[in-house]
């Protein structure tokens, strides 16, 4: 019994491994994007590399860090293995986030979140961003699609020159869902403002701004 364990486990991994190095690639790169510190060149360490570097566990953990002012801001990420998470696992995890005194945390699932799970996420959102991908989300990075144009978000300084510059309030504004994959990578909060500049066969570039609902 305890062999067929065992062997169900190792194949598991053989499964479940190559899919988080692609997240784990992901990730770097989201991280990236968002103005993180990238400390390694991820985009260079194979998969066997990874492997040795992880411990061939199916583990997948870390922090991120960015200098925001004077300050540094923490992102603790954690892969959570099961096929339904529970609310224990999500008050663990936020544990962890305190240790690593972390600003804000991503969770990657590939499972599902119960209804308790959720709500448990729902309330630490109300004094900390925690956000949550499921693998299939990260194992392929969705800006290097060919038909995903670029998306840039504005500073606050820039958002208010913009409505200033075009005489335009907010609402006025197209809008993009903070659930739309492109907002989730690039961690977009309500309110939030983005430059999508698409190519054009006549202009060249296309340029026009969404705010995130």
């Known amino acids: 019994m305890e062999a067929q364990i065992e062997y169900e486990m190792e194949q598991n991994n ?17 991280m990236e994007d968002r103005g993180y510190i990238i400390e390694e060149n991820y985009s260079q360490i194979s998969y066997q590399d990874w492997l040795l570097k992880n411990n061939n566990k199916s583990t997948l953990n870390g922090i991120f860090y960015k200098k925001v002012g004077e300050n540094i801001v923490r992102l603790y990420f954690e892969y959570l293995e099961g ?14 986030m305190k240790d690593a005194k972390a600003d804000s945390g991503i969770i990657v699932i590939s499972g599902i979140l119960s209804s308790q799970a959720k709500q448990k996420l ?6 900390l961003q925690v ?7 990260l194992m392929v990075n969705i800006t290097e699609h060919a038909y995903v144009p670029k998306h840039i978000l504005l500073t606050e300084e820039e958002k208010k020159e913009l409505m200033k510059r075009y005489r335009i309030k907010e609402s006025q504004l197209p809008k993009i869902l903070h659930n739309d994959p492109v907002a989730k990578y690039l961690g977009l909060k309500r309110g939030d403002v983005v430059k999508i500049i698409r190519s054009s066969e006549t202009a060249g570039k296309y340029v026009t701004y969404r705010i995130t609902v």
């Not at 729902?122 to 004094?127: L, S």
């Open 83 to 96: 096929l339904k998470l529970i609310a224990n696992d999500i008050g663990s995890f936020f544990s962890k």
């Open 131 to 137: 956000e949550c991908f499921n693998i299939s989300e």
């Open 14 to 30: 053989k499964v479940l491994l190559p899919k988080l190095y692609r997240v784990w690639k992901t990730l770097n790169k989201m």
């Open 122 to 127: 729902a309330d630490i959102n109300i004094e």
